[in-house]
């Protein structure tokens, strides 16, 4: 993913702290209710449903629509595998079982410090977040893979393109899900990530909007730490004036 178009605004050290606090309970609720949805509507994303016995389960069932979700499936992984990831081209069925499980995991970027490659910061979302079918090689770790920080692991690295395509092509076969996620009041898209050969992804996000400081202050704070990492803050505003799609819909017919 491309550095996003943020919105900046300058902090004084005590708004940032009380800010910082705030973003970091404001975060980890958003996180937290997510799961809990995520868990509640499990049983509607079993990948079996859309890839039947083209991945290994307890069940193998026939499903309509199967083999053209699996040479879709093929096609965007072959399009993606060799490069960055040097992973064999061809997907053989059955594959191996994918957990029905829904991972989300904030989403992180990097943040060129005044447009210079040498210094950059690791940011943390706190209002959106990637979601993923349950992994042994999540993101991190992948990166970590790619940049030789770890051993390669063939089948754990394909295993991870699979859980994020198998949920793109999921939510692209089955829009009524996107439409009922939208109706707790989230925006479900699909991004792409550079840094992985722009692998696409589902991206989540709450309808509540953030900020970052300058990237003076930015430096500041990652130099005290000592961590080259800083979060998004949520902005007080934003909070008041929250959109709310059903509303908004609503008085739309209203004045139609």
Do not use: W
């Amino acid at each position: 993913m491309a550095e996003p178009n943020i919105t900046r605004k300058d902090l004084d050290n005590q708004e940032f702290l009380k800010l910082r606090q705030a973003t970091a309970k404001i975060g980890a609720d958003l996180g937290a209710r997510l799961k809990r949805h995520l868990t509640t509507l499990r049983p509607l994303f079993i990948p079996r449903k859309l890839l039947g016995t083209y991945v290994k389960s307890s069940s193998q069932q026939e499903i309509n629509g199967s083999e053209k979700a699996f040479a879709e499936l093929q096609e965007m992984y072959s399009g993606l595998c060799e490069d960055p990831f040097q992973l064999p081209k061809k997907l053989q069925p059955p594959m191996p079982p994918i957990a029905g499980t829904i991972e989300c995991l904030p989403l992180e970027y990097s943040l060129e410090i005044e447009g210079d490659p040498t210094k950059t910061v690791t940011i943390t979302s706190p209002t959106k977040f990637v979601l993923s079918y349950q992994s042994e090689c999540p993101l991190k770790r992948l990166q970590n893979i790619m940049a030789a920080n770890e051993a390669r692991q063939p089948d754990e690295m394909r295993q991870a393109l699979l859980c994020h395509l198998t949920l793109v092509l999921f939510f692209k076969t089955f829009p009524s899900l996107q439409m009922l996620l939208e109706d707790l009041r989230y925006r479900v898209e699909v991004i792409q990530l550079d840094q992985f050969g722009g692998l696409p992804v589902m991206l989540l996000s709450v309808p509540l909007g953030t900020f970052l400081p300058n990237d003076t202050f930015i430096m500041e704070v990652t130099q005290l730490s000592g961590i080259p990492a800083f979060q998004e803050i949520v902005d007080p505003d934003a909070v008041v004036n929250m959109e709310d799609a059903f509303r908004d819909s609503l008085g739309e017919m209203m004045v139609g």
